[in-house]
């Protein structure tokens, strides 16, 4: 079965350096772009980026470039997303999610995702 | 930045009937590289259509998604019960963005 697990919930002070990470099974993870989406409480769907664990190719949205770090370990078939100075403001779930693969590089519908991982940030 | 309108904010039907929704966008779309997922509460969103009219594997045929351009429609030809639900399209080629939801609630 191809699935995205993510890891467990995170609640975190303001200022706090955090990395929450994204697994692929079932499928060859270094050939399939890997995204991250944020959802704000009570929100819409924000597209933040997204790494090609081939070659670690990355690409961010313009509002979150600098914010966030999108990497991944091709080795263990995770992804991860992380930050290094956080902010109540980066209250949310994040969901990972697979890019379904079409003729161009990167371009791409989200069509497996992962279960989300709600990151709490508060004094 | 291509930016995604949608409508109505929410539309409210019963069971058995057909759901319209709407997804207008500032800019064409390449190559239809349009999305649309839907999301129930509590539950990482789920593809329905992508490349504007495909449906994604598994997707019941009374989902169907149509347009081109910058008016791309998912019509749900009758409502089951489970298909109550948030609806996001998304453009997936330049700058890709989600549009910010049709709520389909019980009438």
């Known amino acids: 079965e191809v699935q995205l697990v993510q890891s467990g919930a995170e609640v975190k002070k303001p200022g706090e350096s955090l990395k929450i990470s994204c697994k692929g099974s079932g499928y060859s993870f270094t050939s399939y772009w890997i995204g991250w989406v944020r959802q704000m409480p009570g929100k819409g769907l924000e597209w933040m980026g997204i790494?090609?664990?081939?070659?670690?190719?990355?690409r961010y949205s313009p509002s979150f470039q600098g914010q966030v770090t999108i990497s991944a370990d091709k080795s263990i078939s995770t992804a991860y997303l992380q930050w290094s100075s956080l902010k109540a403001s980066d209250t949310a779930m994040y969901y990972c999610a697979r890019l379904r693969i079409t003729m161009v590089q990167g371009v791409g519908a989200f069509d497996i995702w992962g279960q989300g991982t709600m990151v709490t940030v508060s004094s | 930045e291509i930016v995604l309108t949608q409508s109505p904010g929410t539309l409210s039907l019963s069971p058995g009937e057909r759901a319209t929704l709407s997804c207008r966008a500032s800019?064409?779309?390449?190559?239809?590289?349009l999305a649309w997922y839907q999301q129930k509460p509590g539950q990482a969103p789920r593809l329905l259509i992508y490349g504007a009219s495909s449906r994604a594997t598994g997707i019941p045929d009374r989902f169907s998604g149509s347009g081109s351009g910058t008016d791309f429609t998912l019509t749900i030809s009758r409502l089951e019960p489970e298909d109550f639900a948030v609806y996001y399209c998304q453009q997936y080629g330049s700058s890709p963005g989600f549009g910010q939801g049709t709520k389909v609630e019980i009438k």
């Open positions: 790494i090609y664990p081939g070659d670690s190719d990355t």
């Open positions: 800019q064409s779309v390449s190559s239809s590289y």
